[in-house]
């Protein structure tokens, strides 16, 4: 993996909530990242996971594609999946392919 490949995923424990933020595109390259990020974030067991898309101006359909299976396992375990602060760039793909009716998707993560 290349420096260019890689991106900074932050995480907050926030009570039973666990705060991931993604810094950066979430692209084939970076999301293989991502997706580690989020099943070590479920296996901690959180109420709800938040990943805050505030930091992330583009996404790919990998990207897309890797929130989906996050959704799924996160349902399997009885755990929430929340998107929040969209940048309107990723809003709109995920309004074009319909899935703010499949996401919970907030303003903020307060």
Known sequence: ????????????????????????????SRSPQMRARLAAALAKKPGRIMVDLSKVPYMDSSGVATLVEALQHCRKAG?????????????????????????????QTD
């Open 79 to 107: 755990c929430g999946l929340v998107l929040t602060s969209l940048h309107p760039r990723v809003r709109s793909i995920f309004e074009i392919a319909k899935l703010t009716q499949v996401f919970e998707i907030v303003d």
């Open 1 to 28: 993996m290349t420096p260019a490949d890689t991106m900074t995923i932050t995480e907050e424990q926030r009570g039973s909530d666990l705060v991931l933020q993604p810094i950066g595109d979430v692209d084939l």
